[in-house]
């Protein structure tokens, strides 16, 4: 009998390129979201040191000098623009995450489905073939058992 062959077997590896190629997306895209999440953990690290020295330098009885605290002024909005711009982008990256997921998701359902088809078709083969040899062995046994009815009987 024929080696068994998948008839599907070009779809399925193309389904598993596919698959590979969007966890291969999927993992630069999480690296971007954790890349981001980093970046604005640090913007608001720096935002809270900016402000504990501005509040310690006021509570050491450092003068209040109007230039010094318009620099400050400008430094927190600054770091607030950063941040407000950091989780923006956090967001989209997230978003695109999640986006990637779902198309990871479904490339993985479509090579489950031709693996699982695939399985079956073979199941099938194998069943034909125990079917087949099984036949086989009934054939050479009966003929064995009329031999030796037929040399018996003379």
Not at 50 to 67: C, F, H, I, Q, R
Not at 74 to 90: G, P, Q, Y
Not at 114 to 123: F, M, N, V
Request: aromatic fraction near 6%; hydrophobic fraction near 35%.
């Amino acid at each position: 009998m024929k080696k068994f062959k998948f008839k599907l077997e070009s779809v399925h590896n193309v389904r598993e390129l596919r698959e590979e190629k969007e966890q291969s997306v999927f993992a630069r895209l999480q690296k971007e979201v954790t890349a981001a999440e980093e970046r604005l953990e640090e913007i608001h690290r720096r935002r809270v040191e900016a402000m504990d020295t501005y509040v310690s330098d006021l509570a050491g009885g450092k003068s209040a000098d109007p230039s010094e605290m318009d620099l400050h002024a400008k430094h927190f909005a600054s770091l607030e623009k950063l941040r407000i711009e950091a989780e923006r982008d956090l967001e989209e990256k997230r978003f695109a995450c999640r986006e990637q997921a779902g198309q990871l998701s479904a490339a993985a359902r479509e090579v489950k489905v031709t693996g699982k088809l695939r399985e079956k078709q073979k199941a099938l083969y194998d069943q034909e073939l125990a079917k087949r040899e099984q036949n086989a062995v009934d054939e050479i046994t009966s003929a064995k058992y009329a031999r030796i009815a037929g040399e018996n009987n003379s």
